[in-house]
T-cell receptor, first 115, second 111 residues
Framework: EAQVTQNPRYLITVTGKKLTVTCSQN?????MSWYRQDPGLGLRQIYY???????DKGDVPEGYKVSRKEKRNFPLILESPSPNQTSLYFC??????????????FGPGTRLTVL | QKEVEQNSGPLSVPEGAIASLNCTYS??????FFWYRQYSGKSPELIMF????GDKEDGRFTAQLNKASQYVSLLIRDSQPSDSATYLC???????????FGKGTTLSVSS
């Protein structure tokens, strides 16, 4: 089954404790992306990657890191989480990055709470 | 700053009616336009994409694009209670760049 998986689905942590949210896709997609979704602010892109070793900042990259060492994986790293990073996070992937016939598939989401 | 604007709603329609969802975008050079549906607590799922001026129909859904007015809309015919969700408009200014989402319109269909 074609899918994007994220782990963990739920995480409660404390300020300053480094964490990683994993994202993996099994569709051989080149394009992967991380979003955060907050009430009243909508879905905002954090980072995206066009291919292995190619990453670029989205709208809200501060406080986040990503890496793309393998095509299927795109982990999101919070080196020193703060309460303002409490949010619902989505990973997404698509074949080429949003051309007219390209579908972006979303993972199930990770709900992160930073105390 | 590239922006995508949607009315937040809620938009309330009775079952069987036509729901009309609207979206405007600021980047005149935008190429691809998407409508996603998101149920509460779930991830967005693609309903339709459109990249040419005019209408595109898929079942009960019709996307409309007017690049001159920088306007894209989604019509849902014969609305069902199961259509109750938040609808996200997304714009791709250029292939391979960041997808920009609107904040979404919440649709409520009453039976």
């Amino acid at each position: 089954e074609a899918q994007v998986t994220q782990n963990p689905r739920y995480l409660i942590t404390v300020t300053g404790k480094k964490l990683t949210v994993t994202c993996s896709q099994n569709m051989n997609h080149e394009y992967m992306s991380w979003y955060r979704q907050d009430p009243g602010l909508g879905l905002r892109q954090i980072y995206y990657s066009m291919n292995v070793e190619v990453t670029d900042k989205g709208d809200v990259p501060e406080g986040y890191k990503v890496s793309r060492k393998e095509k299927r994986n795109f982990p999101l790293i919070l080196e020193s989480p703060s309460p303002n990073q409490t949010s619902l996070y989505f990973c997404a992937s698509s074949l080429t990055g949003g051309t007219g016939t390209d579908t972006q598939y979303f993972g199930p989401g990770t709900r992160l709470t930073v105390l | 700053q590239k922006e995508v604007e949607q009315n937040s709603g809620p938009l309330s329609v009775p079952e069987g009616a036509i729901a009309s969802l609207n979206c405007t975008y600021s980047d005149r050079g935008s190429q691809s336009f998407f409508w996603y549906r998101q149920y509460s607590g779930k991830s967005p799922e693609l309903i339709m994409f459109i990249y040419s001026n005019g209408d595109k129909e898929d079942g009960r859904f019709t996307a409309q694009l007017n690049k001159a007015s920088q306007y894209v809309s989604l019509l849902i015919r014969d609305s069902q209670p199961s259509d109750s969700a938040t609808y996200l408009c997304a714009v791709n200014p250029q292939a391979g760049t960041a997808l920009i989402f609107g904040k979404g319109t919440t649709l409520s269909v009453s039976s």
